[in-house]
C-alpha cells in the first residue's frame, strides 16, 4: 500500500546549525514530492518540490535530496533559525481511484530550534 | 500569500447538531480538498473537487459531505455532529500546472469541538 512516514517525530537543534529531516516512502511510482511547514495553529505551507527525474532541488536556505534507490527524501535547513520552528511534512502524489492524483501526507516531523 | 478563508476559525457544538465548514478562494483554482487533521498528526484527505459541480471522496472514511457550486466555494457539511468529529478541518486548493506541479495552498483550518 502507500505510506509516507518520517524517521524522527521530534528533532531539536541550536539556532545556526544546520537541520535535517528525514521521510520514507513506500510506492516507487510516485513520481512528485513536496515538503511542507506547518506553524502551530496554522495551515500548512509549501516549501519546496522536487520530481523524480532530478535528485536534488535547493531554495532559499532549503535543499531537498531524493534517493529513489532506498525510496527516501530529506529537507535540509541551512543556518537554522528560531522562525524554522514547526512541524515538517512531506507529501507524495500517487494514484487514487479512477486515476484521480491525490497527495499522501507523511506524519510530520516538529522541529525546535533552540536559541 | 494565498488568500484561502475558512471559517470559523473555532467551533464547539454539541452531539447530533449540523453544522457547515465554510472555505472560500480567490485565486480562481479548480481544484479544492479538505483534510482531517488531529494534533501534530498527518493529513487525512476527506473530500476533493476537481472544478465546479465535481466532487469526490478521498482515503478517510468520513460522515460529511461537500458541495461544489461555484469556483470559489467549497463547503463541508456534517449532518449530525459526534464526538468523534472532533478534530482540524483544512482546506486547500491548487492551480492545475501539470501531473508533476500541484501546489496547495492551505487555509489556517477550523478546529471542531463536539460535545
Known amino acids: 500500500g502507500e505510506s509516507v512516514g518520517l524517521h524522527l517525530p521530534t528533532l531539536s537543534v541550536q539556532e545556526g546549525d544546520n537541520s535535517i529531516i528525514n521521510c520514507a516512502y513506500s510506492?516507487?511510482?510516485?513520481?512528485?514530492f513536496i515538503w511542507y511547514k506547518q506553524e502551530s495553529g496554522k495551515g500548512p505551507q509549501f516549501i519546496i518540490d522536487?520530481?523524480?527525474?532530478?535528485d536534488k532541488r535547493q531554495g532559499q536556505r532549503v535543499t531537498v535530496l531524493l534517493n529513489k534507490t532506498v525510496k527516501h527524501l530529506s529537507l535540509q535547513i541551512a543556518a537554522t533559525q528560531p522562525g524554522d520552528s514547526a512541524v515538517y511534512f512531506c507529501?507524495?502524489?500517487?494514484?487514487?481511484?479512477?486515476?484521480?492524483?491525490?497527495?499522501?501526507f507523511g506524519k510530520g516531523t516538529k522541529l525546535t530550534v533552540n536559541p | 500569500e494565498a488568500d484561502i478563508y475558512q471559517t470559523p476559525r473555532y467551533l464547539v457544538i454539541g452531539t447530533g447538531k449540523k453544522i457547515t465548514l465554510e472555505c472560500s478562494q480567490t485565486?480562481?483554482?479548480?481544484?479544492m480538498y479538505w483534510y482531517q487533521q488531529d494534533p501534530g498528526m498527518e493529513l487525512h484527505l476527506i473530500h476533493y473537487?476537481?472544478?465546479?459541480?465535481?466532487?469526490e471522496k478521498g482515503d478517510l472514511s468520513s460522515e460529511s459531505t461537500v458541495s461544489r457550486i461555484r469556483t470559489e466555494h467549497f463547503p463541508l457539511t456534517l449532518e449530525s455532529a459526534r464526538p468523534s468529529h472532533t478534530s482540524q478541518y483544512l482546506c486547500?486548493?491548487?492551480?492545475?500546472?501539470?501531473?508533476?506541479?500541484?501546489?496547495?495552498?492551505f487555509g489556517s483550518g477550523t478546529q471542531l469541538s463536539v460535545l
Open positions: 486547500a486548493s491548487s492551480e492545475w500546472a501539470g501531473p508533476l506541479n500541484e501546489k496547495l495552498f
Open positions: 510506492n516507487s511510482a510516485s513520481d512528485y
Open positions: 522536487i520530481r523524480s527525474n532530478m
Open positions: 507529501a507524495e502524489k500517487v494514484e487514487g481511484q479512477g486515476g484521480s492524483e491525490k497527495l499522501v
Open positions: 485565486m480562481g483554482h479548480d481544484k
Open positions: 473537487s476537481y472544478g465546479v459541480n465535481s466532487t
